[in-house]
């Protein structure tokens, strides 16, 4: 199956920084990724959904200028948590679909874990 | 508001029995409802899927039942083996939507 890859995998910084995750399509051409966020013992939530060459639209309560959004290729969207708080420590995954696809055929990375301390 | 609801935390089987995971959805304007499976250290990845127009969906060891009356889906795997041992997540979406909304997921461990 398809292949989507995050990095880091695992970051731990201050509070106050801005932590940058990526996420790629290794083996396919995703006009659109989505960016979830997943709390303890929480289900994941869609944060914002982006496509190639837009703006991401963002899901309520998701702050567009904390949480920036970057899809400038088809194969890499990046999401930017600027001025990281404690509270922003979570699990974010990303998941990619390929132009034309099903809605079953979103293929998801392995996630990210930040942990702001 | 949490849409769609897992209740089961975790589940635990027998080899060689079955499996049933269970989801329950509050947003009747879903259509389209998908499982997915996720192993520790990994995305999730897709693993079945009904439509609102049918009441069950089958592959291979997977069947997926779905009651519309009541907002409930069930998964069965049968027989279970220890390779299915993962957490399992219910989603479900509306009209073509891009959106999945997902349960908070069902940690099955099956025991050899």
């Known amino acids: 199956g398809a292949v989507v890859s995050q990095h880091p995998s695992r970051v731990i910084c201050k509070s106050g920084t801005s932590v940058k995750i990526e996420c790629r399509s290794l083996?396919?051409?995703?006009?659109?990724m989505f960016w979830y966020r997943q709390f303890p013992k929480k289900s994941l939530m869609l944060m914002a959904t982006?496509?190639?060459?837009?703006?991401?639209?963002?899901e309520q309560g998701v702050e567009k200028d904390k949480f920036l959004i970057n899809h400038a290729s088809l194969t890499l969207s990046t999401l930017t948590v600027t001025s990281a708080h404690p509270e922003d420590s979570s699990f974010y995954i990303c998941?990619?679909?390929?132009?034309?696809?099903?809605?079953?055929?979103?293929?998801f990375g392995p996630g990210t874990r930040l942990l702001v301390l | 508001d949490q849409q769609v609801k897992q209740n089961s935390p975790s589940l635990s089987v027998q080899e060689g029995r079955i499996s049933i995971l269970n989801c329950d959805y509050t947003?009747?304007?879903?259509?389209?409802f998908l499982w997915y499976k996720k192993y520790p250290a990994e995305g999730p990845t897709f693993l079945i899927s009904?439509?609102?127009?049918?009441d069950k969906n089958e592959d291979g060891r997977f069947t997926v039942f779905l009651n519309k009356s009541a907002k409930h889906l069930s998964l069965h795997i049968v027989p279970s083996q220890p390779g299915d041992s993962a957490v399992y997540f219910c989603?479900?979406?509306?009209?073509?939507?891009?959106?999945?909304?997902f349960g908070k997921g069902t940690k099955l461990t099956v025991n050899p």
């Open positions: 947003n009747s304007m879903f259509d389209y």
């Open positions: 998941s990619a679909r390929e132009a034309g696809a099903g809605q079953e055929t979103q293929y």
């Open positions: 009904i439509s609102s127009i049918k």
């Open positions: 083996d396919f051409q995703a006009t659109t």
């Open positions: 989603a479900g979406t509306q009209g073509g939507s891009e959106k999945l909304v």
């Open positions: 982006s496509n190639e060459g837009s703006k991401a639209t963002y």
